[in-house]
């Protein structure tokens, strides 16, 4: 069971990335999914979630930037993001947690950085 990241890289103030989250080994259909993120020295934090019957829910700080958005026939979660900030800067996970089991698999993250 393995999820994995990419998409990740650097970017410049205001400009945009598409991370993608793909399950290999099980099927996301049955799992709410949440992406997180963890800069240096701070503690991981939600960034955004997407629930199996496509609701939706944002961190205040990334609410109008960032979209959530999944494709279960492609086994995958994505994360767009736009007018992107120095502060968004970090390593960004995704979580995938069964409805019924809980049952919680992580992927390794990949690095999001935003500088000029």
């Known amino acids: 069971l393995q999820l994995v990241e990419s998409g990740g890289g650097l970017a410049q103030p205001g400009g945009s990335l598409r991370l993608s989250c793909v399950a290999s080994?099980?099927?996301?259909?049955?799992?709410?999914i949440g992406w997180f993120r963890q800069a240096p020295g701070k503690e991981r934090e939600l960034v955004a979630t997407?629930?199996?019957?496509?609701?939706?829910d944002y961190a205040d700080s990334v609410k109008g930037r960032f979209t959530i958005s999944r494709d279960n026939a492609k086994n995958t979660v994505s994360l767009q993001m736009n007018s992107l900030k120095p502060e968004d800067t970090a390593v960004y996970y995704c979580?995938?947690?069964?409805?019924?089991?809980?049952?919680?698999?992580w992927g390794q993250g990949t690095q999001v950085t935003v500088s000029s």
């Open positions: 979580r995938a947690v069964h409805i019924t089991t809980q049952t919680v698999n």
């Open positions: 080994g099980f099927t996301l259909e049955n799992y709410g």
């Open positions: 997407i629930t199996t019957g496509q609701s939706t």
